[in-house]
């Protein structure tokens, strides 16, 4: 099936409230251009250097969001036109990010990663981190950023149990934040962004309203 099948397929798919990010990392232009030509305007990068090459290349009313980890002598090269960072791991990437908002006369949006799954290779807050960075004066006086919500990744395995239960309880923690955390304009929250190709079905019924989706509409990854 082509990418405007594929996507249009997803589409039907999707519950109206849930967000697709379409993950177009390692993906050339054109196939881009196909997505957007069907409607779609939200695409996901997990590489700045990649991302900034089709800022600059492809139309400005896409939204870009970073999904993949980012380092923080980096965030100044997207910080002019970054729609949405959903990898904000720590404290000191979240001042960064601040400041180079600042820098550039914008508020950024970001989500905080909290570490949900059973696995090394993937970052993200616990629980009590996520909860003293949010109730930190610090964090309340950062006036170039705002969190729009949180963002995990779940255990790569097949068992469907596992993957779940660090689902919910990622929701649960999300609306245990919602109700405690007042909204201002450094915290907004309307976003929780869990599932990937391979389980985004079980992610949104578990109350995912955003999900990054990559090989189902655009095929295997190129490396």
């Known amino acids: 099936m082509s990418v405007v099948e594929n996507l ?33 305007r939200i695409f996901g990068e997990n590489k700045i250097q990649e991302m900034s090459q089709k800022y600059q290349d492809l139309p400005k009313d896409i939204q870009w969001h970073m999904i993949g980890h980012v380092q ?28 180079q908002a600042k820098a550039n006369n914008r508020v950024i949006s970001c989500l905080l990663q909290v570490f949900i799954a ?5 970052f993200g807050l616990d629980k009590q981190e996520l909860l003293d960075i949010l109730n930190s004066q610090e964090f309340k ?43 201002s304009d450094t915290i907004n929250l309307d976003t929780l962004s869990m ?3 391979n389980d985004y079905h079980l992610a949104i019924e578990c109350g995912s309203n955003m999900v990054r989706i990559g090989s189902s509409i655009f095929g295997n990854r190129n490396y």
């Open 8 to 40: 249009i397929k997803i589409k039907q798919e999707l519950p109206q409230d849930v967000t697709l990010v379409a993950v177009s990392k390692t993906k050339p232009n054109e196939l881009i251009l196909e997505a957007y030509q069907s409607g779609q």
């Open 72 to 99: 923080r002598n980096k965030v100044k090269y997207i910080a002019n036109y970054v729609s949405l960072i959903h990898g904000v791991d720590s404290f000191r990437l979240l001042k960064e990010i601040n400041k």
């Open 118 to 122: 059973r696995e090394d290779t993937k």
């Open 141 to 183: 006086d950062l006036k170039n950023i705002q969190i729009k919500g949180l963002m995990g990744m779940a255990s790569f395995t097949s068992d469907t149990n596992q993957v779940k239960k660090e689902f919910e309880f990622l929701k649960n923690l999300y609306d245990q934040v919602k109700s405690q955390i007042p909204t």
């Open 195 to 197: 599932g990937m190709s």
